[in-house]
Every structure is written in structure tokens, then in C-alpha cells.
């Protein structure tokens, strides 16, 4: 996620991996079968979940991440932080909750419970066990009230913002089911790949942006039934509105659309989503979905990624837009396509998501950014937030091995998770050269698309390589390196 509007305009101005058990052959994988109907402020859904148990263990019970039950009154932990509140709920704080109604399977109805720190978590107890390389099918009937906030979830003025629309099975690791709580600094996810069959009945009026690839419409009176698939995805999301208009672009074999309502420009927008796919692919690897939405939307942030799909805050400075885009696009390779824990190591998505800006801006020149430009105002920057902080703290910590409840805040984990490795990634780059460079995030995104790395694997790819970085990298991590 972009954390704040424009961030390099900002500061030009001032022996595991987690989750081996990600997308296989289909044979192997895990399904998503969703239908949604959405009226009012009101979602109806039913999500059957063909779940694969590629772990090694034999499990009893399946744990989802309720995600949408943030919103409701009484959440222990708001999904919005203090400093956007205002802008979050332009008409008034309200809220929205999820409801579970029935879990079944089989037909038969299955024990379950709302749960977690903060009722975030679904708990399913299963009939019988599933064994390792066995399935078993689950179905869940939810209904969500949707709350009026500008956010990842909820109904604003010209859009309604659908992610996290279903109950998300929850990543299992070494630990087991890891729950994921909705903190409102950075992104509080954690999930595993999946395929997905997901359908969403609206009024016809309104055009779609989503994640998945279209198979067919079906017109029902004043309702449309949309349908999509997606495969190897760790998520799902739809933004909808009857005012978009939108553009196309088949130029790279990927079919991108940007859909707007208020761009007097679009096909800026869209240039920077076609410039970084090309240089992506080049640098790192083949996108990994056929098709690509860009979505201007209210958005409280910058904008937000999901799968094959990314809001674009309406309320950017003009000049910050497109690299709005690319910050987005890029974490279709980190995060969407190699994923890791957002909660526990988010700097590993952002800062990989944000270095990948500064490469765009190399070998853009049209521009105007440079590279050296770049990291020489993101040092002071850094630099300045350390001593801001220590002189509010007594001392810093630069550590970015930190879970988002350890950070006091946006400005904290945006200098740690952003800031830092991109200054961490430069120089890494200056010390083993461009081409060892570019050559292991390669091998990084070759080796862990579709599946859940940790810091470790990322330092590990490079000392496969013979470069001797693990100091390096753990002087970084661990805040001991001096900038």
C-alpha cells in the first residue's frame, strides 16, 4: 500500500519460508466459489471454500480472518487511524459488521464460532479430520453491512470499495493458523494462494472493476450477474460505480484497464501502468495475471493493492499519481505474487514495492526523478525521523524486524517500511553491482511466486548467489547499520 500521497515528492521537499503451502497444480490447489449480491449498504453472500490440506499435519478445524468486521461498533482495534479519521468518514463516524448466519458442509451443519482478539477470526470445528493431501468443502453464508468510509471496505460517494468481502482463510505456518488482527497502520494481511470462482449480482447500472478475469454476464431484470475467475491468488477484490468510464491497453499481452470518474488525463495513468509492467517483467518477471485494473476510487491512503487489481486514491496531487501507479503495480510481483506477512514484516512487500518506483524512475529519465536524487533525499529524510525521535523518545529504534502493533505509528513505520529499505536495497546494489542485483531478485520472484517468503529467504537467494550479505542484511534489520 502507498502510505501517504507522493512519498519521493515528500521527502524531496523535506532455513524456512513461511507458508510452503501455496498454489500447486490445479489439482492441488485450493478453491474459492463466492456469489455475492450486493444492494444498498447490504452484501448477501455464500463462499464454499474446496480446501486441499498441503501441510503436514492432519487438521480438525479451519480458522478465516473476518476482516470486513472491523468496521462495527465496539472493534478493540480501529481500522482507521487517528490522524485520517476525518478524512475516513466525511459524513460521521458509522460503522458496518459481518455476520456469520450458517457453516455447512455436506449439507450438514458444521460447529463454528466468532473469535480472535477482536471477533476477527471465524473458527469452523470439521466433521472429521482432513489429512495431508486430502480436502474438504466448507460453505459459508455471511452477511455484511457495509459502514459509509473512505477505505478498503465501504461505500463512498462515487465508489463502493469491496476487498475483503469474504471470510479469508487464514495462512497456516510453522505456528498453524496465523489470525490476522485489522491494526490500522500498514496492511494486516496474511494469507495464502488460492483459485477463485467469484460472481457478484448488482444493479446493472453499475460498471465492475475487478480482480479476476470476465467469463460472462447474465442481465436479471435491473440486476446483472457478473462472473470471474482468478487463479493463484491470495485474495479477491471488486471497487463499483455508475460513474466510471474507462480505457484499455492489450499492448503488453496484458489486458490493463484503467477505470476513472474525475481524470481530465487518463492516459498518463495508464502509460505509467503499461511502462511498469514492461520494466517489471524485464527486471524481476512475468506478471503473473492476464488482466490488470487500475481503479481511481476514494481511498483514504494513496492507493492499495490487491491481485490483478489496485485503487488509486482520487484525492492525489496531480503529480503524484503515476507514481501512485507504479508503487501498485509493482507489488503484483512483491506481495501479490511473492507474498510474506504484512504484519509481521511489511517493510519486505512496501520496501521491494518502493525501490521498484526508483528503478522506474532510472530507466524512465522522462520523468525527472534520478535515482542518486532519490536515495540522497530519502537519507535525509530517514536521517531526520531519527533524530525526531530520539529526541521524543530518548533513543530510535531502527529495527525493521517488527510486527505493525510494535510501531507507534504512520511516521515510525513509514520511515522503517518504506524509507529504510529502500536506502538498504541501493546499497546493496552498489556493493554487488547491478547485474548480481537484479539477477537475484529474479531468482527471489522465481523461486517464491505463489508462495510466502520470510526476510531470511530473501537474504538466503543472494548468498546462494556467493555474495556474502548476510551481515549486511541483518545490520539493516536488526538496526544496526549506520546511515
Not at 470471474?228 to 480505457?247: C, P, T
Not at 538498504?424 to 520472484?445: C, H, P, V
Request: include cysteine; hydrophobic fraction near 35%.
Amino acid at each position: 500500500m502507498k502510505k501517504i500521497a507522493s512519498l519521493f515528492l515528500v521527502v524531496l521537499t523535506v532455513f524456512f519460508s513461511f507458508g510452503f503451502y501455496g498454489c500447486g497444480e490445479k489439482d492441488t490447489a485450493t478453491l474459492y466459489d463466492i456469489s455475492i449480491k450486493l444492494s444498498d449498504k447490504r452484501i448477501e453472500g455464500v463462499m464454499t471454500i474446496d480446501f486441499y490440506n498441503d501441510t503436514d499435519n492432519a487438521l480438525g478445524e479451519l480458522k478465516f480472518n473476518l476482516h470486513a468486521n472491523a468496521f462495527r461498533n465496539g472493534a478493540k482495534y480501529s481500522p482507521i487511524s487517528s490522524q485520517y479519521l476525518s478524512k475516513a468518514y466525511p459524513n460521521g463516524i458509522n460503522y458496518g459488521e459481518m455476520l456469520i448466519n450458517s457453516v455447512t458442509s455436506n449439507g450438514e451443519n458444521l460447529e463454528y464460532s466468532v473469535c480472535g482478539v477482536d471477533e476477527n477470526i471465524l473458527s469452523v470445528a470439521l466433521a472429521n479430520e482432513v489429512f495431508p493431501e486430502e480436502r474438504v468443502s466448507v460453505t459459508v453464508c455471511y452477511t455484511i453491512t457495509l459502514a459509509n468510509v473512505v477505505a478498503r471496505t465501504g461505500i463512498n460517494e462515487h465508489t463502493i470499495n469491496l476487498a475483503n468481502f469474504y471470510p479469508i482463510l487464514c495462512a497456516i505456518d510453522e505456528n498453524g493458523f496465523y489470525e490476522c488482527v485489522y491494526y490500522s497502520s500498514g496492511d494486516p494481511y496474511y494469507s495464502e494462494c488460492a483459485d477463485y470462482n467469484v460472481s457478484i449480482t448488482l444493479d446493472k447500472d453499475y460498471t465492475v472493476a475487478s480482480s479476476g478475469k470476465f467469463i460472462k454476464r447474465e442481465n436479471q431484470g435491473t440486476l446483472a450477474k457478473i462472473t470471474y475467475e482468478l487463479k493463484n491468488a491470495r485474495s479477491f477484490a471488486f471497487v463499483v460505480s455508475d460513474k466510471f468510464e474507462s480505457i484499455t491497453d492489450n499492448s503488453t499481452g496484458i489486458e490493463i484497464i484503467y477505470y476513472f470518474y474525475e481524470d481530465e488525463n487518463p492516459l498518463l495513468a495508464m502509460q505509467a501502468a503499461v511502462k511498469s509492467i514492461k520494466l517489471f517483467e524485464e527486471k524481476f518477471g512475468e506478471y503473473p495475471y492476464p488482466t490488470y485494473s487500475v481503479v481511481q476510487t476514494e481511498f483514504v491512503q494513496g492507493g492499495m493493492e490487491f491481485p490483478a487489481l489496485v485503487m488509486i486514491s482520487d484525492s492525489l496531487e496531480k503529480e503524484a499519481y503515476a507514481e501512485v501507479v507504479v508503487h501498485e503495480t509493482a507489488h503484483q510481483w512483491w506481495q501479490t505474487a511473492v507474498g510474506n506477512n504484512e504484519i509481521e514484516s511489511g517493510f519486505l512487500d512496501e520496501g521491494l514495492a518502493e525501490y521498484s518506483v526508483i528503478t522506474f524512475y532510472e530507466y524512465y529519465p522522462e520523468y525527472n526523478l534520478t535515482r542518486e536524487q532519490i536515495i540522497e533525499s530519502s537519507e535525509k529524510t530517514y536521517k531526520t525521523f531519527c533524530s525526531v525521535y530520539d529526541k521524543l523518545f530518548g533513543e530510535v529504534d531502527t529495527s525493521m524486524t517488527r510486527g505493525l502493533y510494535e510501531f507507534k505509528g504512520e511516521y515510525e513505520y513509514v520511515n522503517i517500511a518504506y524509507i529504510k529499505p529502500c536506502i538498504m536495497f541501493d546499497n546493496l546494489r552498489k556493493t554487488i553491482g547491478d547485474e548480481s542485483f537484479f539477477k537475484g531478485l529474479k531468482k527471489y520472484y522465481e523461486e517464491y511466486k505463489f508462495k510466502n517468503a520470510k526476510p531470511d529467504d530473501l537474504v538466503g537467494i543472494f548468498e546462494k548467489m556467493g555474495k556474502d550479505t548476510n551481515g549486511f542484511f541483518n545490520s539493516f534489520f536488526e538496526g544496526k547499520d549506520i546511515i
